[in-house]
């Protein structure tokens, strides 16, 4: 039996909900209770919630979609949720703009797109209505379940790389479903969060840029769940980075991406192998346990990065386990999912 806890937040390429039971053994067999783990590539914060009751958990991603959920349901230790609450704070200013539309972005630049013209509407006014919450973490909780209605109901095959086209024939009942129903249905499963005593905090840096501040000081054990595949996280979520930081972006190309997405080295052949080595060696160096996911589908082969943590620290271990991996839209494939656990 696990003792830990699994929340649902966005429909995410790579997330670890499946995976808890292979990986988080493994950092607890390596850490003691209340011991800093910091999730560097944090995602949904999957793994860092599983935590939650355990040990004091910082999170750090580059995205900001991925800053406010880890904030929402990790850093958060004093704010739950429920549907009757979301209308209430909400309904009024939700109205307000359905009428007025001082939010508009996504009914000028996505209608017809990921979204209907009326989805792109409620979704700007869910989003004004946001906007006027004071507190910090119950704004981070209702922005977390208004990504989770528009993952329900955008028009593609799982990601915002490019949208269906209208005659694709689920477009039609995606169309019809209320991203604000959705939403108020969401703010259900914010009921019950963990909350734990320890002081959690959540960063949204590259993380060379954390492996920098003081607070790394304290850090004992670092999950790390870098991308594999050469696809870039700000190409496929952009609409979730736009709506969250609603910043009026200067948009291209026809699946209207932000144009200062960031660049992952981890996604780019060419770059890949010398991250690993340069992240890896500060981490040696800096006396961090290390537990890395990667895929036997990944840019690096398995037997190279074996070969790069073996030059690096004195103890590694290699774990594997089969897994079907879902590829947002191309149907399940097998793939080995690893765990490499390097100390020294
Ligand atoms: C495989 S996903 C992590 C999934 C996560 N473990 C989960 O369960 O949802 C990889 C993450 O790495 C982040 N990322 C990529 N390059 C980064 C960098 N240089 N610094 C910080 N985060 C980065 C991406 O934004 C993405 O969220």
Redesign the pocket.
């Known amino acids: 039996m696990n003792d830990y806890k699994k929340i649902r937040t966005i429909r ?1 390429m ?4 499946k995976l808890l039971d292979f990986i988080i053994p493994e950092i607890k067999k390596i850490t003691k209770k209340g011991e800093v783990i910091c999730d560097l ?7 860092a919630y599983a935590l939650k009751n355990r040990n004091t958990v910082y999170t ?4 900001y979609y ?1 800053y406010v959920i880890t904030k929402a349901i990790i850093e958060n230790n004093t704010i739950r949720l429920d549907s009757n609450t979301a209308i209430k704070d909400l309904k009024a200013k939700y109205e307000e703009n359905l009428k007025l539309r001082k939010y508009n972005f996504f009914e000028v630049n996505f209608s017809d797109t990921y979204f209907s013209k009326d989805q792109c509407i409620e979704i700007d006014s869910i989003r004004y209505a946001i906007e006027q919450i004071d507190n910090e973490y119950k704004k981070d909780l209702y922005l977390t379940a208004l990504m989770y209605a528009m993952s329900k109901c955008e028009s593609t095959s799982g990601h915002f790389a490019q949208y269906l086209p209208k005659d694709h024939k689920r477009v039609v009942a995606l169309r019809k479903k209320s991203i604000f129903d959705e939403f108020v249905t969401k703010c259900d499963d914010f009921k019950d969060l963990v909350f734990s005593s320890y002081h959690n905090k959540c960063f949204n840096l ?2 060379k840029e954390l492996f920098k501040l003081e607070e790394f000081k304290d850090v004992s054990c670092v999950y790390i ?3 594999y595949t050469g696809e870039q ?1 700000s190409r496929f979520y952009h609409v979730l980075e736009t709506v969250t930081k609603y910043d009026n972006p200067t948009l291209e190309f026809k699946a209207k991406y932000r144009t200062d997405r960031f660049m ?1 080295n ?1 996604s780019l052949r060419s770059t890949v192998k010398e991250e690993f080595k340069s992240m890896l060696t500060i981490l040696s160096k800096e006396n961090k346990k290390v537990v890395l996911s990667y895929s036997t589908k990944g840019l690096v082969p398995i037997d190279e990065l074996e070969f790069i943590f073996s030059k690096i620290f004195k103890h590694v271990k290699l774990i594997e386990k089969e897994y079907k991996h879902s590829t947002q839209g191309k149907g399940a494939i097998d793939i080995n999912e690893v765990l490499f656990v390097a100390y020294n």
Not at 41 to 47: E, H, I, L, N, Y
Not at 60 to 63: F, G, Y
């Open positions: 995410y790579g997330n670890k909900n590539m944090s995602g949904t914060g999957a793994v750090n991603d580059i995205q991925s590259d993380y769940d870098t991308p996280y992952s981890f």
